[in-house]
């Protein structure tokens, strides 16, 4: 109850760390299992291509996710605790706290180049809505905005489910979540990567900084100086690079992709 209450004060505070709600259940939900149970050579790869596997598998969380009681007892204090603070928000500050604390962040979309690949498309796509009339415009750029949170969310479902069971990992599913949640967002600024290095330390001792991470690590270095040079040339010059700054937000994502690949390759899977 206490970590449902804690965890809707900080949903209220700030919308984001809804992301790691079903790690928290997903936790909760499943006897504590060790990374090598979870390793051995008769672990079976996931049934993309078998849809009778599949919704076996989707049946078998739904009951332990919802037919749960720890779960079930996180969810609705969490629930309540946020629904609560919520109301009390708009009660005394009106229909703008909804707006803004809720409602934007999942219809936000950002033209302005950043390190995001998507910024782009978006700059573009913004120039062809505005064309229309005002109302439609907001309202595909609204559809926009979320239609890129299905990446996102089949990303966090995928990795709650399959890293918080098992025992000594949740810290790092939590930050396995956030770095690609802020990977694949479709706004990422410099004040992002605080959100997953603040995280590192809790799954510092099962990384090990091999020389694929290293070589990552500096590939990811490198994108960001690529960036931010056709970044200034761009907000600083007033050259027409977006294509640069675009193609350097695409090696930027790419860089991360393979980071995390081989962070998760790293990982220390002795019990």
């Not at 079930?72 to 946020?82: A, E, H, N, R």
């Not at 750029?141 to 299905?150: I, N, Y």
Request: proline share 4%; glycine share 6%.
């Amino acid at each position: 109850v206490l970590t449902g209450i804690a965890h809707g004060v900080a949903i209220h505070s700030k919308l984001y760390p809804i992301i790691y709600s079903l790690s928290y259940m997903a936790y909760f939900a499943t006897p504590p299992r060790t990374p090598s149970h979870t390793t051995t050579a008769k672990t079976k790869s996931f049934p993309w291509t078998s849809p009778v596997k599949l919704l076996r598998l989707a049946r078998l969380w739904f009951i332990r996710l919802f037919l749960s009681p720890l779960p079930i007892l996180f969810l609705v204090s969490f629930g309540l605790t946020f629904v609560v603070l919520t109301w009390l928000a708009v009660y005394f500050y009106g229909e703008i706290a909804l707006q803004e604390g809720l409602i934007y962040h999942f219809s936000r979309v950002d033209h302005r180049h950043n390190y995001s690949m998507y910024w782009y498309w978006i700059y573009l796509a913004r120039a062809r809505i505005l064309s229309t009339t005002a109302g439609a415009a907001s309202s595909s750029l609204a559809l926009l905005g979320r239609f890129l949170l299905l990446p996102q969310a089949f990303l966090l479902a995928y990795s709650s489910l399959g890293m918080a069971p098992i025992q000594n990992q949740l810290g790092l599913a939590l930050f396995v979540q956030t770095y690609l949640f802020v990977t694949n967002n479709k706004v990422i600024t410099a004040q992002y990567f605080t959100w997953y290095l603040c995280l590192l330390p809790l799954c510092s001792s099962s990384v090990r900084l091999t020389n694929k991470v290293i070589r990552g690590l500096v590939f990811l270095g490198l994108s960001i100086v690529l960036w931010l040079g056709s970044a200034y040339l761009l907000e600083m010059q007033g050259m027409a690079v977006h294509r640069i700054v675009w193609g350097a937000s695409v090696l930027y994502f790419f860089a991360n992709v393979y980071v995390m690949g081989t962070l998760l390759q790293s990982i220390d899977r002795s019990p």
